[in-house]
């Protein structure tokens, strides 16, 4: 390439990446080349839950070595950066308990195998630190109202708040759960949250679908004292239920919001609301479970009053499953969602592949892949979350591999969100390109302090690919150093490099170029 071409070029940039292509390229058959592909989304949110809870996925088992644990946590992070995740959801208070030193709350029994146990670190701050090195958000997990998976209060450590404040605490289907009816709970659970999100650099507060307990036939959930006490002004049981829902989710956003306005808050309910037979706005569902009657989780409202920033509905179906079908499902959220701030990603099953005989759907290794491509269809869903890590990993009918092989290829920025912040940083400085043994190597400088991470991007001049950067076919890697080498640079071959700077919200600013 003449070294007019390649200033052209470089004049071009601006033009070039997020914008229209140069003039020398404004053919009908290059426009359509240059289609963004569904397949390599520029921003989509991936990610999987990695459960604490009776050793679920981390730690495996309890009595592990601190060393043990770490090498554990951080196979899981490398296993997300392999298959081009962005971030990881770890449970850290799965029994109102802690994997932190929490001021509030015990180190959790799931560490160490006895509640109160010091693992000998800190895991939190372990997991934050480990995560970031490789540009993973780290999405903190919290149960709000599970005290112990048994009834045995007394197994709980003396200085449990459960065990200081017995009246607290229901036990209900083989489990002691805190009454969401109490202030003095609600004020115990937002504040060992908090604890958490002022203490550690976390970038998301998360809950799954516990809140008031899932239905268990024969049993009630005794709160009609706790009713008569606080819950006056509504007429029914069922709608201050909903109301101590409503105002968790209410108070933490406020309390998240006013400590750390970047620090995100999600939720990933049961996937059904309502039954539209139920309620006419419900969705076409014969579901067992809705979240607004049995569990007095009111999502769709909160989605509609923008308490929250982003809600992964759990829809563990397979597409074409007639009480509760994938494909009508997830419109249906699409619907809820539309107008709003709030980001809309999808639970999914991973667990049920070739494992559920729920329908014949989840023994063909396509289904997964089949759900994101119906996502496509949709814009309001940007991205999904796989329950749990461990099944991810275990690659049943090569599922797992089927799904990163068609929708995985590319790194993927994570959607930004501009009702948390919608200014950018400034772009880098001083970017260079040398020829190395290893490859091209670039190093540049940054420019502004809200600088979190940057986004490298490479075009093959040679072989004539001008499109711009309107999907992730031309991003390399995202990451947190200022230097950055291509092992796959071509010899021979002229390359337009671009690094772009991003803010702790994945805002972008514009791109600086270079030739290598």
Not at 177 to 182: A, E
Not at 283 to 298: E, K, R, W
Not at 447 to 453: I, L
Not at 485 to 505: C, F, I, W
Request: aromatic share 12%; with cysteine; net charge negative.
């Amino acid at each position: 390439m003449s070294v007019l071409r390649i200033v052209g070029v470089l004049g071009a940039t601006a033009g070039l990446i997020f914008g229209a292509l140069p003039a020398t390229a404004r053919t009908t058959e290059a426009e359509a080349s240059c289609a963004a592909a569904p397949s390599t989304p520029l921003r989509q949110f991936r990610a999987s839950w990695v459960a604490s809870v009776v050793n679920i996925d981390w730690p495996s088992r309890t009595g592990l070595t601190a060393a043990q644990q770490q090498a554990e946590l951080v196979g899981w992070f490398d296993d997300a950066v392999r298959q081009h995740h962005n971030a990881v959801v770890l449970q850290v208070r799965p029994t109102a308990d802690a994997f932190w030193p929490s001021k509030v709350e015990p180190w959790s029994q799931y560490l160490t195998g006895v509640q109160g146990g010091d693992p000998g670190y800190d895991p939190l701050a372990f997991a934050v630190t480990e995560a970031h090195k490789r540009n993973l958000e780290l999405h903190a997990w919290f149960n709000p109202y599970r005290v112990s998976m048994g009834t045995d209060l007394s197994k709980l450590v003396p200085e449990h708040p459960a065990r200081q404040h017995p009246d607290w605490v229901l036990p209900y289907g083989g489990k002691l759960y805190y009454n969401p009816g109490i202030p003095a709970v609600r004020k115990l659970v937002e504040d060992a949250i908090m604890d958490a999100v002022s203490n550690y650099d976390i970038d998301g507060v998360h809950f799954d679908d516990y809140f008031y307990p899932y239905p268990v036939a024969g049993q009630v959930f005794d709160d009609a004292a706790t009713y008569a006490q606080y819950g006056a002004g509504f007429p029914t049981l069922a709608e201050w239920r909903r109301n101590n829902i409503n105002l968790l989710i209410q108070e933490l956003q406020h309390r998240i919001k006013a400590a750390k306005p970047w620090v995100k808050f999600g939720i990933s309910p049961f996937a059904v609301w309502r039954n539209k037979a139920t309620d006419p706005l419900g969705s076409d569902t014969t579901a067992g479970v809705q979240t607004y009657d049995d569990l007095a989780a009111d999502t769709r409202r909160w989605v509609r009053e923008e308490w929250i920033d982003y809600i992964v509905p759990q829809v563990y179906w397979a597409g074409g499953f007639a009480p509760a079908d994938y494909n009508k499902i997830v419109p249906w959220w699409a619907e809820q969602v539309r107008g709003t701030d709030v980001h809309l990603y999808i639970g999914q099953a991973t667990y049920k592949v070739g494992t559920s005989t729920q329908s014949p759907d989840w023994s063909d290794p396509a289904e997964l892949s089949d759900h994101l491509a119906f996502n496509t269809t949709i814009p309001e869903v940007k991205g999904d979350i796989y329950f749990s890590a461990k099944d991810v990993r275990a690659d049943r009918l090569g599922a797992t591999t089927l799904l990163n092989s068609n929708w995985y290829t590319r790194p993927a920025l994570i959607p930004a969100m501009p009702h948390l912040d919608a200014r950018p940083p400034l772009p880098v400085h001083a970017l260079q390109a040398a020829k190395t043994s290893t490859g091209v190597r670039l190093q540049w400088r940054p420019t502004s302090a809200d600088t979190t991470s940057y986004a490298i991007y490479r075009r093959d001049l040679t072989a004539g690919d001008w499109c711009p950067d309107n999907d992730a076919r031309n991003l390399l890697a995202t990451q947190r150093t200022t230097t950055y080498t291509d092992p796959t640079a071509l010899p021979g071959h002229h390359y337009l490099y671009s690094v772009t700077a991003l803010d702790r919200t994945w805002n972008q600013s514009v791109p600086i170029p270079t030739i290598g």
